[in-house]
């Protein structure tokens, strides 16, 4: 950055706006911007035909989108002021390429950290007062690199010195480590959730395998962003070898559990014993797996409620994962008829009633069994399958019970109910008349 030529801009541009040649540099702009935004217009036509089509195209059109335009007319301007500038001062120009300029940043970093940090498309409070806080620093600098006031505040900032042990760093040095660490993981950041989306998009993987890479190029961009970021600050990497020793002692002392559920979530990945849509039952716990963390896994049963399953737990208990290899699930309910029941014909119409029930396979064939006599009648059991138990269990048999009941009725067969009966054998138990 040159302070001379900047230091009057302003000075240069209230000149330039009180010469009749100004009007060229407005109608340049004009055009410029028009011609800018058009273009940005017809590649968002041209990439969401595709999109429509169904081709392939991770542009990201409502992300970047917003970048587009503000880039494009940049581009434009700054080529007009390439031409423009061997006939005519172009001072509004150049403020007109740093106004642009700050709202290309701006819209570029919206876009990663909306990609990065966006939860289900939705921006959480905090990423937005992140977003806030720094379009007000952007723009702070804007009036700073136009009122010529930049050149002034480096100088400050590189004149301004903070001991550190027995060297000084100057701020302009602390601010360019943090600048330069932080670029370097959002690009991380952002390359390992474009990886996670192209991987998760691979139909011919399993599941757990696009979790497991997902995970792991997440993990090692973001560690080589750390020790490049390192390197470019000055920071010799041997000194990483002290903190390893001192994590390695952590993790034996104190952090055996986590680092058990973290090893845990990558043998359930790896081993294929769980992946994303199983219908399991651990312990206490059931429901259907939503999610595999490097840490724990969620379950979302069907009350709502979700539970929080530390990996390791499901490695070390046993576990029922009622669609491993095989969706179907055997239910059955249970009933009791009296004792002068023609029990032929009421197997014979229980097997038919839970055929018509929706969700109740065809294959294997629901199957009635007389079970017992019973004391109070016979007890008799409907077996039938479901094929999809992650949309529950409670539901279908409700259904099938109903069936049965409707049919039960309609055949006027008795459902009989335990009744007891108290004698009371000795006179003086009895309640005496009142005198």
């Known amino acids: 950055m040159n302070p001379k030529l900047f230091a009057g801009m302003l000075l240069d541009l209230w000149d330039d706006v009180k010469a009749p040649t100004v009007l060229w540099q407005v109608g340049a702009i004009l ?21 429509a089509q169904g081709v392939a195209v991770q542009f990201r059109l409502d992300g970047f989108g917003r970048v587009l335009s ?17 006939w ?72 301004t010195t903070l001991p550190l042990g027995r060297h000084k760093i100057s701020l302009t040095t602390i601010l360019q480590a943090l600048a330069t660490v932080a670029v370097t993981l959002i690009g991380a950041l952002w390359a390992g959730a474009a990886l996670e989306q192209r991987v998760m998009q691979i139909d ?15 993990a090692v961009l973001i560690l080589v962003a750390v020790l490049l970021s390192l390197s470019m600050v000055g920071i010799d990497l041997t000194v990483l070898s002290v903190f390893g020793g001192a994590l390695g002692v952590g993790l034996g002392l104190g952090l055996q559990k986590i680092a058990s559920n ?62 491993l290899s095989d969706s179907s699930l055997r239910l059955s309910v249970q009933l009791t008829v009296a004792y002068d029941t023609d029990i032929e014909m009421v197997l014979r119409a229980l097997e038919e009633t839970a055929r018509q029930v929706a969700r109740v396979a065809a294959t ?8 017992k006599f019973g004391a109070d009648g016979i007890d008799l059991d409907l077996g039938f399958w479901i094929t999809d138990p992650e949309n529950g269990r409670g539901n279908v048999i409700s259904d099938v019970n109903l069936a049965i009941w409707k049919v039960l009725k309609s055949k006027n067969v008795s459902l009989p109910f335990p009744q007891r009966e108290i004698r009371i054998l000795d006179d003086r138990l009895k309640p005496q008349p009142p005198a």
Not at 289 to 313: K, W
Not at 364 to 371: F, I, M, Q, S
Request: aromatic residues 10%.
């Open 364 to 371: 294997p064939a629901p199957l009635a069994l007389l079970k």
């Open 31 to 51: 055009l410029a911007c028009s011609l800018g935004w058009a273009l940005a217009w017809l590649i968002r036509r041209q990439f969401a035909g595709k999109a």
């Open 88 to 159: 005519q001062h172009v001072n509004l120009l150049r403020v007109v390429i740093a106004l642009l300029s700050a709202l290309v940043v701006i819209r570029f970093v919206f876009y990663l950290l909306r990609r990065i940090f966006s939860n289900g498309g939705q921006s959480g409070s905090t990423l937005r007062a992140f977003e806030k806080l720094f379009a007000s620093l952007v723009w702070l600098i804007f009036v700073l690199y136009i009122t010529g006031l930049w050149p002034d505040l480096l100088d400050l900032l590189d004149d």
């Open 70 to 86: 503000p880039l494009l007319m940049l581009g434009a301007v700054v080529l007009t002021k390439h031409y423009l500038v061997h």
């Open 262 to 323: 973290y090893v845990s979530g990558f043998v359930i990945l790896l081993d294929r014993s769980l992946a994303i849509g199983d219908v399991i039952s651990v312990e206490k716990f059931y429901g259907k797996v939503t999610q595999i963390n490097t840490r724990y896994t969620v379950l979302a049963g069907g009350d709502g409620v979700e539970s929080v399953i530390p990996n390791e737990m499901l490695v070390s208990s046993p576990m029922q994962n009622f669609s």
């Open 204 to 218: 011919d993987m399993h599941t757990s395998m696009r979790v497991v890479m997902a995970r792991l190029g997440r």
